[in-house]
């Protein structure tokens, strides 16, 4: 390998396989291909040897498919100079040979090092070398919307942003410029422009655009008034991409989904409000509205009503002696957490009375970060059209016990959007009492068996999101999987027995309360009868082998048996089922275990 090359006029390429042969002159050190390129290697002398020396890259000559090859101008073995006398362009010139090297279409990003020697005039011998790059190809187009509110806008002239990226096949890939992008859309129109930030509105349902130094193509999307899912797809050569984007109708339907039906008092759930039109796209931005029949009844922590946007009736008698002021329930909302594979969910608005110094444990109603209420995030539905309210069932008066009940019962929690109302229903339930499973006595050897655990209060009713404690105290036998919260007054764990048979004892806690579940785990099955004779008895004379007891009376050895012999070796022992009737005595008197007898069965 030559230890130093001097590089000069590097040149860049953004051609594929079927591009044009590329020129590497005679006084040229240095060239940068692609992969799949054709390049014309021009030797200054009328007879060349030309020799690929060195490579990371893949390549071969096209004459011979070698690594090396000799040339002279005149013949056309592999000077393609005289491939045709009165062809135009670079075509017969004298004292000058062109080698033609082919760069594998799917050769790695390298270096080709070749060495020319002529033998001329010119005594021609350098070094070469042919970069690979894949740098000016395309490797990836991809197609987004530019942020999670523009997934969803309304059918009549709202704008999506969104933005195409093309990167090249290089490791790592960056942006690729230059290379025009269609883009076409099911709904609405788009408009494109050359980087981000500068596509304008559009007027047709096509443009296209040059991508910029970063690869990248911008894409605005306006609805054009039809409700439904544009599918906007930008293309690229045999390249394509896709997005989607609600384009929704006015708001026509609201559910409501707690996501707890029962809490314990003092804690709290999340009920998911869902805003879709008419087809049942989701509705973003979309602002809950106070019901104002029946009255308000959950104040914020402003102490006010008229901005509060969850209201709740209960079903039962309010305590007003021992809770004269006191709502029924609380809403204080915020931003749900995301869990899991499940995202955040944003509040569902903002009632703008920022909490103070004296509130700073509570959360502004619909939406604040911060005790001092000046970071406001509510912004109604999200682009899946949801949005929460957090419900919280404090206690009456934490100082007095004896208050705490007050808000145990069934609530109704009254929500609207304009005309269009919803409601859900929060059980509120007292502290665990009682707990009970859904398993066995007895379970199997080896076997596995998931148990459901259920809380109950003091009336019955289950308690949801009580913490519960579930663990093996006693015997054989693993628990596993056990959940650490009620979901709706109930848990689950999995109990795995083991092979033999005896006994487990499982402690359960769900707040003071403790419960203990004995599992006995049974006899292993028995195997059944041990065999007998190694076929099935059927009508005939058969060559049975006896499997059963060593010893066994021949009358057991089955029904409809009329005799049973066997060879001594100097005579036969028999056994007949009815002696008297063919007059003879039986002398077969016992089976052998692994004995072979002759079986006569009617």
């Not at 049975?544 to 100097?570: K, M």
Request: glycine fraction near 12%; aromatic fraction near 4%.
């Amino acid at each position: 390998m030559v230890a130093a090359v001097a590089f000069s006029g590097v040149l860049t390429n953004t051609q594929t396989a079927e591009a044009a042969p590329r020129d590497f002159p005679a006084a040229d050190r240095a060239l940068t291909v692609a992969p799949g390129d054709t390049v014309n290697i021009i030797v200054a002398d009328a007879f060349a040897q030309v020799t690929i020396t060195d490579k990371s890259a893949s390549a071969s000559f096209a004459a011979n498919g070698g690594q090396s090859i000799s040339c002279s101008d005149d013949d056309g073995s592999c000077d393609t100079d005289d491939s045709d006398a009165n062809a135009a362009g670079r075509q017969n010139v004298a004292g000058s040979v062109t080698v033609v090297l082919n760069i594998d279409a799917d050769s790695p990003a390298g270096f080709v090092l070749i060495s020319v020697n002529g033998i001329g005039a010119t005594n021609t011998d350098l070094t070469k070398v042919i970069t690979v790059s894949k740098a000016g190809l395309v490797g990836s187009l991809e197609l987004k919307t530019d942020a999670a509110s523009d997934k969803t806008v309304t059918a009549t002239g709202g704008v999506s942003n969104l933005t195409v990226t093309v990167k090249n096949a290089s490791t790592p890939p960056t942006g690729l410029t230059g290379q025009t992008v269609s883009v076409i859309t099911t709904h609405g129109t788009v408009g494109c422009g050359s980087g981000a930030g500068t596509a304008n509105a559009g007027t047709s349902q096509t443009c296209s655009a040059a991508s910029d130094a970063a690869g990248v193509v911008d894409v605005i999307l306006t609805g054009g008034g039809v409700e439904g899912t544009a599918t906007v797809t930008a293309t690229l050569g045999t390249r394509t991409a896709t997005a989607t984007v609600t384009l929704f109708g006015s708001a026509k339907n609201l559910t409501a989904e707690p996501d707890q039906g029962s809490i314990e008092i003092g804690g709290s759930t999340y009920i998911v409000l869902t805003v879709t039109d008419g087809a049942g796209n989701p509705v973003s931005g979309q602002t809950i509205s106070p019901v104002q029949t029946p009255a308000v009844e959950v104040t914020g922590p402003s102490g006010t009503a008229a901005d509060v946007l969850v209201t709740t009736e209960k079903d039962t008698a309010e305590d007003t002696t021992a809770n004269p002021s006191v709502p029924a329930g609380r809403g204080y909302s915020k931003d749900k957490p995301a869990a899991g594979a499940a995202p955040a969910i944003p509040a569902c608005g903002d009632d703008n009375a920022h909490i103070g110094e004296a509130a700073a444990t509570y959360d502004e109603l619909f939406g604040s970060d911060d005790a001092a209420g000046t970071s406001d995030d509510g912004e109604g539905t999200n682009a899946a059209g949801q949005c929460v309210v957090q419900v919280t069932a404090p206690e009456a008066n934490p100082a007095d016990p004896t208050t705490k009940d007050a808000t145990r019962g069934v609530h109704t929690l009254n929500f609207a959007i304009g005309a269009i109302k919803a409601s859900a229903t929060i059980e509120v339930a007292g502290k665990p009492n009682s707990i009970s499973t859904d398993l066995s006595d007895t379970v199997d050897p080896a076997s596995v068996t998931k148990v459901t655990v259920s809380v109950f209060d003091d009336e019955e009713v289950l308690v949801g999101i009580t913490d519960v404690n579930v663990r093996k105290v006693g015997g054989d036998g693993l628990v596993e999987n056990a959940g650490t919260s009620t979901v709706n007054g109930q848990s689950t764990f999995t109990f795995i027995a083991p092979s033999s048979a005896g006994s487990a004892e499982i402690l359960i806690t769900a707040g003071d309360v403790n419960h203990r579940v004995t599992i006995n785990i049974g006899e292993p099955a028995p195997e059944g009868p041990a065999p007998t004779w190694n076929k099935p008895l059927a009508a005939g004379t058969h060559n049975l082998v006896w499997n059963g007891a060593d010893g066994a009376d021949p009358a057991d050895a089955g029904d409809n048996i009329v005799a049973i012999w066997q060879w001594t070796g100097s005579g036969w022992d028999g056994y007949f089922a009815d002696a008297g009737d063919v007059g003879l005595a039986n002398t077969l008197t016992e089976l052998s275990n692994g004995e072979a007898y002759w079986v006569v069965v009617q």
